[in-house]
Antibody, heavy 122, light 107 residues
Framework: QVQLVQSGAEVKKPGASVKVSCKAS????????IHWVRQAPGQGLEWMGR????????NYAQKFQGRVTMTWDTSISTAYMELSRLRSDDTAVYYC???????????????WGQGTLVTVSS | EIVLTQSPGTLSLSPGERATLSCRAS???????LAWYQQKPAQAPRLLIY???SRATGIPDRFSGSGSGTDFTLTISRLEPEDFAVYYC????????FGGGTKVEIK
């Protein structure tokens, strides 16, 4: 069965960076785009960007350009999202999610990781 | 960016009742690229509906979606206890965005 398993909760100071991992299993990792979506406490969902695990091509939401980096390691079927220059309003649960369609992107998410809480506090 | 406005913010209903949730877009959503997700506390969202009206795999037929252009609706025909949750609409495609959510709570 398809599973996305994320790394554990993090506490960071303002200005620091955080790197969250997302390990995929149950399907061909290179066959589906991985997206990152975040959710601030009590708030809605916000798309951050996507990565093609077959080529490494990324596309970031304008809001996060210059602060986010999405990478991947095919050998261990894992995607990563690194966010730098953290601020208190970056406190959120960060999710990885798989695109619905193989080989392309539709920005529809059929499988999600369990989420990783990142807390930014001095 | 397309802004999605969901209403009402909270819907208080009893099991067995019908729920009607609205999602309005600030501009027309192309190709009816409108989806609905369900989210329960401390869980990731779950895809319910895409293409405005197509149910995702494994979604019961009490969930239905309709609409086009700027006005979309999610209907739950008869609420089951497990349906009480927050529901988000999403427009997808090149620059996705989500609505603010509607909480369906037990009356």
């Amino acid at each position: 069965q398809v599973q996305l398993v994320q790394s554990g909760a993090e506490v960071k100071k303002p200005g620091a960076s955080v790197k969250v991992s997302c390990k995929a299993s149950g399907y061909t990792f290179t066959g589906y785009y991985i997206h990152w979506v975040r959710q601030a406490p009590g708030q809605g969902l916000e798309w951050m960007g996507r990565i093609n695990p077959n080529s490494g091509v990324t596309n970031y939401a304008q809001k996060f350009q210059g602060r986010v980096t999405m990478t991947w390691d095919t050998s261990i079927s894992t995607a990563y999202m690194e966010l730098s220059r953290l601020r208190s309003d970056d406190t959120a649960v960060y999710y990885c999610a798989r695109d619905l369609i193989p080989g392309g992107w539709l920005q529809l998410y059929d499988y999600w990781g369990q989420g990783t809480l990142v807390t930014v506090s001095s | 960016e397309i802004v999605l406005t969901q209403s009402p913010g909270t819907l208080s209903l009893s099991p067995g009742e019908r729920a009607t949730l609205s999602c309005r877009a600030s501009q027309s959503v192309s190709s009816s690229y409108l989806a609905w997700y369900q989210q329960k506390p401390a869980q990731a969202p779950r895809l319910l509906i895409y293409g405005a009206s197509s149910r995702a795999t494994g979604i019961p037929d009490r969930f239905s979606g309709s609409g086009s252009g700027t006005d979309f609706t999610l209907t739950i025909s008869r609420l089951e206890p497990e349906d009480f949750a927050v529901y988000y609409c999403q427009q997808y495609g090149s620059s996705p965005s989500f609505g603010g959510g509607t909480k369906v709570e037990i009356k």
